[in-house]
């Protein structure tokens, strides 16, 4: 079908009168032999340098008018050599076309000398230009979507489409970087909008779900979603590819100290950051299951990405145990709370096939499409933007690291031939039991999945003053506020990264007024005392995936000093409990404190630690950048909630008033610190001066 297209769109640029030193060219569709019956064709009229101005509109026109008389669309353009060269420099989308120039009549020396010129000419600019060939691409991107995602994928313009082969195409003809075999794929998106053409009579690039059956059956698959399947597994493929080709682009252009000479920073154990990539230290300890996650978590906490040789090396790190260590499970949390990064990590991980391991469910719905129309997206794809959305709100929340989880496991039991709800709710038990979480925290992650689509539904189908309505909510959370709140969050979140039109404003104020109506119903408990031991001035002691540090001193602040020194040792506080009694028996100091570490050190020696605290060296907190914050209150007691970095909780501690207590726990990605706070504050100031956090 194509060729035959192909035949015929030459053998009718061949019959035209062409003068004498000019020549016809094609780029585009044409230039590629890729044309389908409804194709337009790109016409390049080269003329030579000499040719006289007054005859070149009478020219062009002759050589047109056939083409017009035959009702073929052709787009075109007259040029010089020169003149293609001049346009490459202007115009980045205008040059990559131009890189496809196929003569098709006339003077066969002036095209290649043109073509010649052209791929000169482009390696010459492709240093000082790469920057905006990226943008135009994401910018193609953005409007696009992704072929891997969506359920109506544009095959030409989006991510993973043709367009992305011929950008990998042009890449290698600037020499910086290699072709990869992708010809099975490129012939399977080739060959489906090809049929889609064929199909609707016309041309268009978004396999809509109505015209898929139509291409799958053409192309011998049994229905639309085993050709979805197949698009998104080409597509990602693709997409993989040309990451690489964009990795080796850079490299190869990058104008910097060769990489023996990039300064390594420390991250986490064994992860150090490497000339603006992860990668691992010198010698990582490859039987270490953790090590996975320590990378992915660093790579979601500081947007960098992972090198591929630091992803081969981790492909022979051993799986996780059936019981996950402690740092493990913050890892993970902290791998799902970047709002801006997590789909880039679990995609790379996937990719790599090191992430369906850790979630075994993920290769159930890996390019899995859904059933109902009002999505757009693939379920996975869907999954990771519901925790994009979510990552934007996780000082909102007093258990983030439960909603996260439940928001990865919400739709992950769709395909199966029992309610998703019910499926993942077993699922999301099973991960959890593996994460070692209590039975209560089961509960709740059982209880979000299972009832996750309840809030949305009902408001859109019952009145949210109706009392009946009322009692099925509280009956549904188990008259939980904490479960209620997570709820709430997370069918908003859902329903967004559903499709532009399924959280409308109506939607919004029902759900809304359907909690509130709950709420009302339910008591809050108050946060407790923690309970801290601390047998002298300072000491440590080895626990799961880190350490615990004690410390005495009189006077909360004068904390400052031992957090100062773990901040300088590169070690990230999990948890602390601090108490402070305002009148000492004489034989305890007044402060006492607990905090949990662990970090970016092998082994941390007792006597050279406290050694290191009693010489005063360490005395000052390095500086924190403004983080998003949200306060709530509990009467005299406050909760802090910020997106962790390291000496923040210290940062915490210096900006309050005189408390009794404080506890503070990191789940993933959020710190939450409770402080209980004695009389004589003024509510207002401490909001004012937790605000300066953010600032």
């Avoid at 990719?351 to 850790?358: E, Q, V």
Wanted: charged share 20%; proline share 6%; with cysteine.
């Amino acid at each position: 079908m194509r060729a035959q297209r192909q035949h015929a769109t030459a053998r009718l640029l061949q019959q035209l009168q062409i003068p004498d030193g000019w020549a016809l060219a094609v780029t585009g569709s044409c230039g590629r032999a890729e044309m389908t019956n409804y194709s337009d064709i790109d016409l390049v009229i080269l003329i030579p340098d000499s040719a006289p101005d007054a005859d070149i509109s009478a020219a062009v026109d002759e050589i047109l008018y056939p083409l017009w008389d035959a009702k073929v669309k052709v787009d075109h353009s007259v040029r010089t050599t020169a003149q293609c060269l001049q346009v490459m420099d202007e115009d980045t989308t205008a040059a990559l076309a131009l890189l496809e120039l196929t003569h098709m009549a006339g003077s066969h020396e002036l095209v290649e000398h043109a073509r010649a010129s052209i791929l000169k000419h482009w390696r010459t600019i492709l240093p000082r230009t790469f920057d905006e060939v990226l943008d135009s691409a994401i910018a193609r991107w953005r409007r696009s979507g992704s072929v891997v995602a969506m359920t109506r994928p544009d095959i030409k313009n989006g991510r993973g489409g043709l367009r992305d082969l011929a950008l990998i195409r042009a890449l290698a003809l600037g020499q910086v970087c290699d072709i990869p075999p992708l010809d099975t794929e490129h012939r399977l998106l080739l060959d489906s909008r090809t049929l889609l053409h064929e199909s609707i009579r016309r041309r268009r690039d978004i396999l809509d779900p109505e015209y898929a059956i139509d291409v799958a059956l053409a192309l011998d698959y049994p229905d639309r979603y085993a050709l979805s399947r197949a698009l998104a597994l080409a597509a990602r493929t693709i997409d993989q590819a040309l990451t690489n080709a964009l990795g080796q682009a850079r490299a190869i252009l990058r104008r910097t100290s060769p990489q023996r000479h990039t300064q390594r920073r420390p991250l986490d154990t064994d992860v150090v950051e490497i000339g603006g990539t992860i990668g691992l230290s010198r010698t990582p300890n490859l039987s270490d299951p953790g090590l996975v996650l320590r990378v992915a978590a660093a790579s979601a906490r500081t947007g960098l990405p992972i090198s591929p040789t630091a992803l081969s090396q981790l492909r022979s790190v051993p799986p996780l145990p059936p019981q996950w260590p402690k740092a493990a499970v913050s890892d993970f949390i902290a791998t799902l709370a970047s709002p801006a990064y997590t789909h880039h990590v679990v995609r790379t991980l996937d990719d790599a096939g090191l992430w369906a391991p850790i979630v075994n469910e993920w290769d159930h719905i890996r390019g899995l499409m859904p059933r109902e129309p009002s999505h757009i997206h693939t379920v996975d794809h869907h999954t990771l933007d519901t925790l994009a959305r979510l990552g934007h709100n996780t000082v909102g929340v007093a258990r983030p690291d439960l909603l996260l989880l439940a928001a990865l496991y919400h739709d992950i039991g769709k395909g199966y031939d029992r309610p998703h709800e019910q499926v993942g709710a077993e699922q999301v038990a099973r991960m959890a039991a593996r994460m070692g979480l209590n039975p209560r925290d089961i509960m709740i992650v059982q209880t979000l999945v299972a009832e996750h689509t309840l809030l949305a539904r009902m408001a859109a189908t019952i009145d949210p003053n109706d009392q009946d309505a009322i009692d099925q909510v509280l009956d549904a959370v188990h008259y939980n506020p904490l479960i209620l709140d997570l709820l709430e969050v997370l069918a908003e979140a859902d329903a967004q990264a559903t499709g532009p039109t399924v959280w409308t404003h109506r939607l919004a104020r029902h759900v809304f007024t359907l909690c509130a109506n709950a709420r009302r119903h339910m008591t809050h408990l108050p946060p407790a005392r923690p309970y801290v031991v601390a047998p002298n001035d300072l000491g440590l002691s080895r626990i799961d995936g880190g350490y615990n540090i004690h410390w005495a001193g009189d006077y909360p602040r004068e904390s400052v000093r031992v957090l100062a020194l773990i901040a300088a040792k590169g070690l990230t506080i999990s948890a602390a409990r601090m108490v402070n009694h305002h009148e000492p028996d004489g034989t305890t100091k007044a402060c006492m404190a607990e905090f949990e570490v662990r970090g970016a050190v092998g082994t941390l020696d007792e006597a050279e630690f406290i050694q290191a605290y009693k010489s005063g060296v360490f005395s000052m907190l390095p500086p924190t950048t403004p983080v998003p914050v949200n306060t709530v209150w509990h009467g005299n007691t406050i909760e802090v909630r910020a997106v962790d970095q390291k000496a923040l909780l210290g940062a915490v501690i210096g900006l309050l008033p005189d408390f009794n207590w404080l506890s503070m726990t990191t789940t993933g990605a959020t710190m939450i610190a409770t402080a209980h706070l004695a009389g004589g504050f003024q509510r207002a100031q401490v909001e004012r001066d937790m605000a300066r956090l953010s600032n």
